[in-house]
């Protein structure tokens, strides 16, 4: 069975993708795909990884997990997304590091999955923006402890994708920035569910209600099912016009007072992270997804 599993990360799409699958089950269903409920296996996934850490996890541990899974018997590809299956939110980064816990954790799905084809996707973000945002997402304790050692200029999310490739070296994995994530989104779930059928999906555009103003989100969706872009870059014309008029400022400002940092630090963050994402693209194994 192939099977994709989205890793997040945190604070990205907020459970959009999962949600948007969800609703098009019948869809992928008919296309030999299957997109559970995330409520259905995240503990269970979880427990086993953590099994598979004090070295006690069963040879069929997999096929028991799958079975219980698994909801259509016709599926040959499985979706499975949640950011937790490289870190708990609290946990998210840890002085220099994004998601510390990452190499047991990805050790464990490898056990869990390693007679199936495995693809693995995520979405990163921008340090200058995902540091604030994750500090006012924990408690007042989990914050302050995140503030202690965090060495804010050494994160990399290159290394944190090299950890990934390391310990699960046969899995392609896609990575793509949450800031692209308007121009990209449709790309993002059509190649997470891996579905290529002729009806389209539905729900595509309720991502928007995340970044627009109320009822944008529905005029982009109505005119895009009354005018079908002719071809990609016509649809990334259309939502940045879009976008342009119905953009809401208040759902895609930032909390900055949640840590101490001047202008020229967020400056030197945001060049940092475009190095990083250079990096990335360069990668082995690694696709980069741009718009």
């Known amino acids: 069975m192939d099977i994709a599993l989205h890793l997040g ?10 949600s ?21 296996y995240r503990t269970s996934i979880l427990e086993a990884v953590k099994t598979h850490a004090k070295g006690q996890l069963a040879p069929d541990a997999g096929a028991v997990l799958l079975d219980s899974i698994v909801t259509s018997e016709s599926a ?45 996707y995520l979405a990163i973000r921008n340090p200058a923006s995902f540091i604030p945002a994750l500090l006012g997402a924990v408690n007042d304790e989990q914050a302050g402890i ?22 699960f070296p046969e899995a392609p994995i896609t990575v793509w920035c949450d800031e692209d994530t308007p121009f990209i989104w449709e790309d993002v779930l059509y190649q997470v569910a891996g579905y290529d059928g002729s009806e389209p999906l539905t729900h595509v555009y309720d991502w928007f209600d995340t970044v627009m103003v109320d009822g944008g989100a529905a005029k982009l969706a109505a005119y895009m ?18 976008l342009d008029k119905f953009c809401d400022e208040d759902k895609i400002d930032i909390d900055v007072s949640t840590i101490d940092w001047s202008e020229e630090m967020v400056d030197l963050l945001s060049e940092l992270y475009d190095e990083d994402v250079a990096t990335l693209g360069a990668m082995d194994g690694v696709t980069l997804l741009q718009p």
């Open 9 to 18: 990360g945190h604070l990205t799409d907020d459970g959009r993708l999962r």
């Open 76 to 120: 040959d590809r499985l979706v499975l997304s949640t950011a937790r299956f490289l870190s708990p939110l609290p946990s998210a980064v840890r002085r220099a590091q994004f998601c510390p816990m990452a190499e047991p954790r990805v050790q464990g799905l490898r056990a869990l999955f390693s007679d199936h084809d495995v693809s693995l």
């Open 225 to 242: 099912d009354n005018a079908p872009p002719m071809d990609r870059a016509q649809r990334q014309r259309v939502i940045a016009a879009f």
């Open 146 to 167: 995140i503030r202690s050692d965090l060495e804010a200029t050494e994160l990399r999310w290159s290394d944190l994708v090299r950890t990934i490739r390391t310990q």
């Open 20 to 40: 948007c699958l969800t609703h098009n089950q019948a869809i992928l269903h008919s296309d030999g795909i299957d997109a559970p409920d995330a409520a259905s």
